[in-house]
């Protein structure tokens, strides 16, 4: 009786020190998985995604187009850069440009709303959409601007730029499509108009900040085909989280303002099948 | 078998299995820096069959632009002159200006490159591309950031549009790889215009490197933006595509 005592208690003792064994094996490996999920309670997107097939830069059948939507600027996109495994820029006190661009973007996302545009987010969570996909989401908008959120790891703290794509060879094919790795060809004049003033706006708010957008050749941009830009705030080496926070409502307030500027000079062709 | 001796063996069972959850852990983190290490000492191999090359005395000395940042904060661009023996032979040319601006300032803040990088090799094509292989830390150890990664870029091709009028285009490799963009934001998939009097190459993304050279006026923050009164349309309405086309 005391031996099948003995030998029972053994065994549970022996259950729990494999089950001990295999926690301490899968934890360290669940971990960069649960950061790739997408963060608890974010709602799911407002706006109609992407479907797979509207990747084409032609974006012509979208569910915007197909409604006979009223032409011109009612939507923008914006696109809170990295996420998921990419953290972005990383400051010294762990600040990470994925999970401010984020919090940025909820801002954005409200003062955009107040002026009355409707928003589409490119992530919702901590995931990392490909720069296609997140093209492809713009690209299937009609009448639809594209702003993508980062903040930088050098720079002067407290200032904010804007940049629109450099210059890209000029379509060159009269079949009127796109091509998916110049899709911004088209839109650069517009980018530019849209991009001074948002900076203008910026610069206002943000001393130090320069006066009209620059150029650069930024892979985001590179393959959205509608008026886009790139806002990046200085920086990740600030001491405290705060100092960045504190920025969050003017850059919200200068986007707003910037595309409810542009919405009057921005004309989208409504003729079905016209691009985009 | 007696009940003890069946107690012993699990009793030892036991033990083991908790060696082991101690031990695996100790054993994965091991196995992990072996490989880091091994990565590293590839790279150290690859630099010593590479080593940047040696300045000949013999070369006319020329004054030599080379690009570094011109204020620790300010993102601009600025020449410094330096005399440097230059071989005439445009590959070994853009070597040597290269690895100059890889060795940097003197003073380490006005660097647009990190330290750690090397160029691995380079190539002159005839029609005046040059593809330059960088090692991976230029990828890895920039700052990430569009402005940042972008003044390295700049200094590239201002560097060598200062000192090798054969070098056209740019195309910038990391170890040997075309990547997507340097370090999340400059697209490193086109080639990089480098001497603007020439006619860009079609049919390819081709950015230019320009523009974040200017200064930031504080000045200018005061003016208001002006509206775009025109109205503005998408230029590529039928009729226009068709204009493009056109062109010579």
Redesign the interface.
């Known amino acids: 009786m005391k031996n099948t005592f003995q030998i029972k208690l053994v065994s549970v003792i022996g259950l729990l020190c494999v089950a001990l064994l295999a926690g301490a094996l899968i934890s360290p490996s669940q971990t960069p998985s649960q950061a790739q999920q997408p963060a608890p309670g974010s709602p799911a997107t407002t706006s109609p995604a992407a479907s797979p097939t509207a990747g084409g830069a032609t974006g012509s059948t979208s569910a915007f187009g197909t409604q006979g939507q009223q032409s011109g600027l009612n939507i923008v996109v914006l696109d809170p850069a990295h996420g998921g495994t990419d953290p972005g820029a990383r400051g010294t006190g762990g600040i990470r440009e994925s999970e401010i661009v984020l919090d940025f973007a909820v801002q954005v996302r409200r003062a955009l709303e107040l002026q009355g545009f409707q928003v589409v987010q490119t992530r919702q969570g901590n995931e990392n959409p490909s720069f296609d996909d997140r093209s492809a989401t713009g690209n299937a908008q009609r009448g639809a601007v594209f702003v993508t959120l980062h903040i930088s790891s050098t720079g002067l703290p407290g200032t904010a730029r804007v940049y629109v794509n450099s210059d890209l060879p000029p379509l060159g094919n009269a079949s009127g499509l796109i091509p998916w790795d110049r899709a911004q060809a088209p839109f650069l004049g517009l980018s530019k108009a849209f991009g001074n003033l948002v900076q203008g706006f910026l610069a206002q708010r943000f001393k130090g900040s320069p006066d009209t957008a620059q150029s650069a050749s930024v892979r985001q941009l590179r393959t959205t085909a509608a008026p886009a830009i790139a806002v990046e705030i200085s920086s990740v080496t600030v001491e405290d989280r705060a100092d960045l926070d504190r920025m969050a409502p003017g850059v919200a307030d200068a986007i707003a303002r910037g595309a409810a500027a542009f919405k009057p000079s921005y004309i989208v062709p409504s003729t079905p099948g016209a691009l985009p | 078998m007696t009940?003890s001796w069946?107690?012993w063996l699990?009793?030892g069972?036991?033990v083991a299995?908790?060696g082991?959850?101690i031990y695996?852990?100790i054993l994965?983190r091991r196995v992990k820096r072996a490989a880091r290490l091994q990565q590293q000492s590839e790279e150290q191999a690859r630099r010593e069959l590479t080593q940047p090359i040696a300045i000949n005395p013999g070369d006319p000395r020329v004054k030599t632009k080379v690009f570094w940042v011109s204020d620790a904060?300010?993102?601009t661009l600025a020449p410094v002159t330096v005399e440097l023996p230059l071989s005439n032979d445009p590959v070994l040319r853009s070597k040597q200006v290269l690895n100059t601006l890889l060795a940097g300032p003197v003073d380490a803040e006005l660097r647009t490159l990190p330290p750690d990088a090397s160029l691995l090799a380079f190539y002159l094509l005839p029609d005046g591309t040059a593809i330059a292989d960088f090692s991976e830390a230029l990828a890895t150890s920039i700052?990430?950031?569009?402005?940042?990664e972008?003044?390295a870029?700049n200094s590239i091709t201002r560097t060598l549009e200062a000192n090798v009028p054969q070098v056209q285009r740019l195309k910038i490799l990391i170890h040997g790889q075309e990547v997507?963009?340097l370090a999340?934001?400059?697209?490193l998939?086109?080639t990089?215009v480098v001497n603007t009097k020439v006619a860009?190459?079609?049919?390819?993304?081709?950015?230019?490197?320009?523009?974040?050279d200017?200064p930031?006026?504080?000045a200018?923050?005061?003016?208001?933006?002006?509206?775009?009164?025109?109205?503005?349309?998408?230029?590529?309405?039928?009729g226009k595509?068709?204009q493009?086309?056109s062109?010579p």
């Open positions: 009940p069946k107690f699990i009793g069972l036991v299995v908790f082991a959850a695996f852990p994965r904060i300010d993102s700052p990430s950031g569009i402005v940042s972008q003044l870029v997507e963009t999340g934001h400059l697209d998939t086109g990089f860009q190459e079609p049919g390819k993304p081709t950015p230019t490197a320009s523009s974040t200017k930031a006026s504080p200018a923050a005061e003016k208001t933006p002006t509206p775009v009164l025109a109205t503005l349309t998408a230029d590529y309405a039928p595509l068709g493009t086309e062109r």
